[in-house]
């Protein structure tokens, strides 16, 4: 009997293409699309996005080219609550959320997983750029065969029993080799191009989105320095993160960078360039692959953001469970919220949320 497994499709070249790949290596498929779009939101038709109707077509006209059976779920409540909601609150809190992770660890790999699995599927299968490997008795990622396109980052929170029951046929391909294969099919979406906006805010203005979906919650305040002296007025500390030079609506006289975000006073610290480069952090909510804990100081390599270069550093366990990351180099622009990940070598090793900048 054929291993049953079940396929996200976004409607997306990637994920039209390991369908195909998992149906060649003799798989049962099913393709799926998670509706994740509240009803009450008007999404606009952007090429290349995974949340919008035009993708929902792409994606059952796929399906129907390979002959695999298709459907759509129902992910709305659990995405709101899981992500958009986490996204805005995170903001709030003058922190710098991804929203990318937060939906692998609670949609995909989770309730798309459930599903899966009650529907007797062995598997779920995406489009994601990695590979998973079993060795030394763990589940583990392996960095994708395509270092431009690699998504190992925003991956690091899958346990093991997620990673058992997982398959991402594209990481062992480049990106042209993927769209090569999809023209040789004659599908349709061999060309479309990527999504680099977050999913549900079409136009990329996370700062109106956020004041759109709140009630009385944005407010602006006052830009000071490091000494506390008022130096201007910002808009709102949704519409800022560290590291930010552009688009501060504010003159003085040399350049100026967000360095703090305080949500208890309202207020943006700006300061120079040289104030956002730092070695130390604390990090939470962690989740590892070689091992459940870390029990001893581990030299890795580490990331703090998706499109960062890993650079050398050491992870030491703290006694409330947290863990302090020490950075060999600066790194520019440590952001709360936002994710450091660690590998080694070609390996996921796994990652947390960064809490605290020292």
Not at 247 to 264: C, E, H, R, S, Y
Not at 280 to 309: C, G, H, T, W
Request: proline share 4%.
């Amino acid at each position: 009997m054929k291993e049953k497994v079940v396929i996200g499709m976004s409607g997306g070249v990637d994920s039209s293409v390991a369908a195909y790949l998992l149906k060649e290596q003799g798989y049962d498929v099913i393709g799926v699309t998670m509706q994740v779009w509240p009803e009450d939101e008007e999404y606009e038709e952007i090429e290349g996005g995974c949340c919008s109707l035009t993708s929902t077509e792409d994606a059952r006209r796929v399906a129907a080219k390979l002959d695999i059976p298709f459907y759509v779920m129902n992910f709305k409540d659990p995405f709101k609550e899981k992500v958009i909601d986490y996204f805005i609150d995170e903001y709030l809190e003058g922190r710098t959320p991804n929203p990318c992770v937060a939906c692998n660890k609670y949609i995909k790999f989770d309730e798309l997983l459930k599903k899966a699995m009650a529907l007797g599927c062995d598997y779920v299968a995406t489009g994601h750029y990695a590979t998973p490997v079993f060795g030394n008795g763990r589940y583990f990622l392996k960095k994708s065969e395509d270092s431009k396109k690699d998504q190992t980052y925003a991956l690091y929170n899958l346990t093991q029993f997620q990673l058992a029951h997982t398959l991402m046929p594209c990481g062992v391909y480049s990106k042209d080799k993927i769209r090569e294969i999809a023209k040789e099919l004659g599908l349709l979406v061999y060309n479309k191009k990527d999504s680099f906006e977050i999913c549900f805010i079409p136009d990329n203005d996370h700062g109106k989105y956020i004041k759109n979906h709140t009630e009385n919650k944005v407010h602006p305040g006052n830009f000071v320095d490091k000494k506390g002296n008022i130096l201007g007025k910002h808009n709102g500390i949704v519409y800022y993160t560290i590291g930010q030079r552009k688009g501060l609506g504010i003159a003085l006289g040399k350049p100026a960078f967000v360095i703090d975000i305080n949500p208890f006073t309202n207020q943006v610290v700006l300061g120079e360039e040289e104030d956002i480069f730092k070695t130390d952090l604390i990090a939470s909510d962690l989740n590892f692959m070689p091992f459940d804990k870390l029990l001893e100081p581990l030299k890795v390599q580490a990331k703090i953001r998706y499109s960062s270069v890993p650079s050398d550093a050491v992870i030491y366990p703290m006694q409330d469970g947290k863990i302090r990351v020490s950075f060999e180099k600066k790194q520019r622009a440590i952001t709360k919220g936002q994710s450091v990940v660690f590998y080694d070598g070609d390996a996921l090793v796994g990652g947390g949320i960064i809490e605290k900048i020292i």
